[in-house]
T-cell receptor, first 115, second 113 residues
């Protein structure tokens, strides 16, 4: 079974500062993908960043980057130059490479960017 | 294509009534997923379709729940004899097979009173 753990229910950051959200996961799979999704108050889930487990290089998307530590089963999200529009729930998620490709989600971290 | 559409956005129903939700996925995606999200929690998998075939159902999907995807296009999720515990956000998503991630709809918020 796959589990995803986000141990920070809430975080806050000053505008323009950097914040890191933590995520750990547990799986016996060797090939999988990891994601961070953002769910703003308008509630539509939006894909922020994606990481293939077979890639050692950490994924980056503009101000968003990850620190993927496969051996430690850790997948943290760093948001640089935080903006007010980054205020949202952030969910870490895991998917197997094969089969049903069900996304397994963590419980989320509520991030508030303070002006 | 404007993404994944869900209808209605909100539904308030009395306990014991039946409700049906609709999801229109991205047309190129052959996989369609239903998830349930309760307040303060991450989404939980309910069921998924590849084209018109329903290939997997979660244990969360009791026999009061049924989902269909006729002709591999839109999907419906029906809840019969609703209970207060069914109150949640019901999310639909679509994808290609593999690890590409999903595109989610805006969800249907169900309130059972």
């Amino acid at each position: 079974a796959q589990t995803v753990t986000q141990s920070q229910p809430e975080m806050s950051v000053q505008e323009a500062e950097t914040v890191t959200l933590s995520c750990t996961y547990d799986t016996s799979e060797n090939n999988y993908y990891l994601f961070w999704y953002k769910q703003p108050p308008s509630r539509q889930m939006i894909l922020v960043i994606r990481q293939e487990a077979y890639k050692q290089q950490n994924a980056t998307e503009n101000r968003f980057s990850v620190n993927f530590q496969k051996a430690a089963k850790s997948f943290s999200l760093k948001i640089s130059d935080s903006q007010l529009g980054d205020t949202a729930m952030y969910f870490c998620a895991f998917i197997r490479e094969t089969g049903a490709n069900n996304l397994f989600f963590g419980t989320g971290t509520r991030l508030t960017v303070i002006p | 294509d404007t993404g994944v559409s869900q209808d209605p956005r909100h539904k308030i129903t009395k306990r014991g009534q039946n409700v049906t939700f609709r999801c229109d996925p991205i047309s190129e995606h052959n996989r369609l997923y239903w998830y349930r999200q309760t307040l303060g929690q991450g989404p939980e998998f309910l069921t998924y379709f590849q084209n018109e075939a329903q290939l997997e159902k979660s244990r969360l999907l009791s026999d009061r729940f049924s989902a269909e995807r006729p002709k591999g296009s839109f999907s419906t999720l029906e809840i019969q004899r609703t209970e207060q515990g069914d109150s949640a956000m019901y999310l639909c998503a679509s994808s290609f097979p593999g690890g590409y991630g999903y595109t989610f709809g805006s969800g249907t918020r169900l309130t059972v009173v």
